[in-house]
């Protein structure tokens, strides 16, 4: 019998962790399924969903956990049952003036207009013309039977209005 589980790490970005987290996998007998890996700052980060013998749960486990004698924190959940429950995706994209409070004020509109975000990426970046800070944000978002996309297209209107922010709402 299988499991699904996810696996969190981070450490100080350098070459061979994703190599060292795969042996790791491939050594448990599992087979590493989707990941979202990403240098942030110094460090290098990352959640995998990997696929193992429910055998090999936890002693993958131990074996993640003595990575932190060699700079790298993990961590191993079980992965839950998949959700199916969106009726369609759409995507959110955003571009402006980088200031704080910019993710809590879409997570917020997203949330209380009924919409659960599936993916969020966010960066700062530099503008060309000006060289002031231009935060960039890409979210899909799963519409259900509560979403009111009327009141969402309201709220990011406002928002953006309010933040000088170009967001931009595309069917997938």
């Known amino acids: 019998m299988t499991t699904r589980v996810l696996i969190s790490f981070f450490c100080d970005d350098r070459p061979g962790v994703i190599e060292q987290l795969s042996g790791l996998i491939s050594e448990h007998d599992g087979n590493w399924l989707d990941s979202q890996l990403s240098r942030l700052g110094g460090r290098f980060a990352g ?8 055998a090999q749960q936890e002693p993958l ?9 060699q700079g790298i924190t993990a961590s191993l959940t079980d992965a839950g049952d998949p959700v199916h429950h969106a009726l369609a995706t759409q995507r959110v994209t955003l571009m402006g003036p980088d200031r704080p409070g910019i993710v809590r004020e879409l997570t917020r509109a997203l949330r209380s207009a009924g919409f659960n975000v599936r993916s969020l990426e966010t960066a700062v970046e530099t503008a060309p013309m000006s060289g002031e800070p231009l935060f960039r944000a890409e979210a899909c978002i799963e519409l259900n039977e509560d979403s009111r996309l009327d009141e969402l297209e309201w709220q990011l209107d406002a928002m ?3 933040m000088t922010l170009e967001i931009d709402l595309i069917a997938d």
Do not use: C, F, M
């Open 47 to 54: 959640v995998l969903q990997a696929q193992i013998p429910k």
């Open 61 to 69: 486990s131990e074996a993640l956990n003595k990575l932190e004698s």
């Open 160 to 162: 953006a209005d309010a």
